[in-house]
């Protein structure tokens, strides 16, 4: 009898950014923006009203965000301030590993030519509790999924 199978889970992956590396520095709690869409262009026929010719155009890929709870020196938020404060920027490959209950890697997208175009820190709540939590936002030419 084959082995069943079952859909990997959501919650255990790792982040690399170019080859900023330290403490922490994979440890994030989202990834959002695994995603890319077609685009159409119409094109109406001229003498033809009862449609318009529909083509595709490359794919749109929608930005890249990660978020973590706020680490003081960290070299991946450095490399944020310097491309959003300086407009410096150094593009880099972003590597997202969805592991399996081994902590082997068994999908990885791989963000080619990356850069930060947001860096936000959320609100400050003196009535809450929760711990403070930071989003980058990067934008990407595409990605490849393995």
Known sequence: MADAYYPPVGFYFQVNVGNM?????????????????????????????????KFPVPAKYE???????????????????????QFTFTPA???????????????TWN??????VALKVEDLKAQGNTIAVESLEL???YFTKS
Do not use: C
Not at 94 to 104: F, Q
């Open 21 to 53: 590396t330290g403490a922490n520095e994979g440890a994030f709690q989202e990834v959002s923006g695994l995603s890319y869409k077609l685009g159409i262009k119409e094109v109406p026929e001229g003498g033809e009203n009862r449609f318009v010719h």
């Open 63 to 85: 930005n890249l965000t990660l978020k973590r709870g706020v680490l003081t020196g960290s070299s991946i938020i450095s490399w944020a301030q310097t491309a959003l404060g």
């Open 93 to 107: 490959t972003v590597v997202i590993y969805l592991m399996d209950e081994n902590s082997s890697p068994i999908i």
């Open 111 to 116: 963000f080619v030519n990356a850069y930060p």
């Open 139 to 141: 934008s990407y030419d």
